[in-house]
């Protein structure tokens, strides 16, 4: 048994892919199983898997036809038999000791999900960008805590991607976590339910990861091509939540944190005829699923989360785009001033 199983979802990142695999064959713990899975690429990224476990036994190469990154980190964890269980993503690249510090952190706390500090990486400027909003520490209750002691903010102190997170095997397969089979938004229905069910979370106050950001052909910027999954998404985290009788507990930070993830959908979706057409999905259906209104304003924590969400419930669209291009000139303004 391997003491970590690193599984890879890889589709068509030929580009990036040997940074990302050569910064994981180097990791200080060796005791790795390198679980690289194929979703059906088409480009050399099958040839470079290839050379790679043709140099290091501990790359297990696994093909399949294309079914989204989900379906292929499935694939993986049923694989995996290592103690513990992270999932990686093909086009980032992560610090020598990144393994070495998040399973010494797992063992020293016992911790059901350890996670790490990240930094983004632009890949249009190739230069590294603030990046401590990716874990909050405002929220934190400690550097070890349980779920109930962040109840409040358990959807707002880290983000619903996997690959700043150890998971111990044993906890995940317990669980029956897996990921939906989505286009995408598959991982925050996984990464939030581990958390809400989690005994023990841990953290790792240094930047391990390096996490690519601003690549075209990347998922995050297809989802215009399914608007309606991060929708979907989010209700299978409800149901997942529901049916594992923890919803009430944190039923406030789900829809402090839904209400800002559902608007922020609609309005950066790039492609306007998709936005408009989804905004009126917003209006008449997302929104009033959610039941925001059962509750009252002090409800939300956030005001101007708020006042984005009433925009989006009462105003029509020439107003709301309206509005959407006011501010996002005035933020691109604001960033260009605090760059000088």
């Given amino acids: 048994m391997a003491q970590v199983s690193v ?47 043709r140099k290091d036994s501990r790359f297990q190469i696994i093909t399949q036809p294309n079914g989204g990154p989900g379906t292929a980190r499935n694939t993986g964890m049923a694989r995996a038999t290592g103690k513990y ?9 992560f610090e020598p000791d990144f393994l070495a510090q998040m399973v010494a952190r797992a063992q020293e706390t016992g911790a059901d999900v350890t996670i790490c500090r990240a930094v983004e990486f632009d890949t249009g400027t190739g230069k590294e960008l603030p990046s401590e909003w ?4 405002g929220y934190l209750p400690g550097e070890v805590f349980s779920p109930e002691e962040i109840r409040e903010h ?16 044993d906890f995940v397969k317990s669980a029956g976590l897996c990921y939906p089979p989505l286009p995408n938004s598959e991982d925050l229905v996984f990464v939030f339910q581990s958390l809400a069910l989690a005994e023990r979370i841990s953290v790792v106050s240094r930047p391990l990861v390096h996490h690519r950001v601003n690549r075209m052909d990347s998922v995050s910027n297809s989802r215009h091509c399914d608007p309606e999954v991060p929708y979907e998404a989010l209700a299978l985290l409800r149901q997942g939540l529901e049916k594992r009788n923890v919803y009430s507990r944190y039923e406030r930070s789900f829809l402090n944190w839904a209400m800002e993830f559902l608007v922020w959908n609609v309005a950066n979706m790039g ?19 959610m039941e925001f209104d059962a509750h009252s304003r002090s409800y939300y924590e956030n005001s101007f989360t708020y006042q984005k969400y009433r925009l989006a419930k009462y105003a029509p669209w020439p107003v709301f785009s309206g509005v959407l291009r006011t501010y996002k000139r005035w933020k691109g303004r604001a960033e260009r001033g605090n760059s000088r």
């Fill in 154 to 169: 358990i959807f707002q102190f880290t983000y619903g991607w996997p690959w700043d997170k150890l998971y111990r095997t």
């Fill in 7 to 53: 599984v890879i979802p890889i589709y068509n990142i030929q580009r990036h892919l040997r940074q990302c695999l050569d910064s994981i064959a180097g990791q200080t713990l060796t005791d790795l199983e390198i679980l690289c899975v194929d979703d059906g690429s088409t480009d050399e990224s099958p040839e470079i898997l290839a050379e790679y476990a």
């Fill in 134 to 137: 990716m874990l909050k520490s």
């Fill in 85 to 93: 269980l992270i999932f990686l993503d093909s086009d980032d690249w």
């Fill in 271 to 289: 492609e306007k005829t998709a936005q408009r057409k989804y905004f009126d999905q917003l209006k008449r259906v997302w929104l009033p699923a």
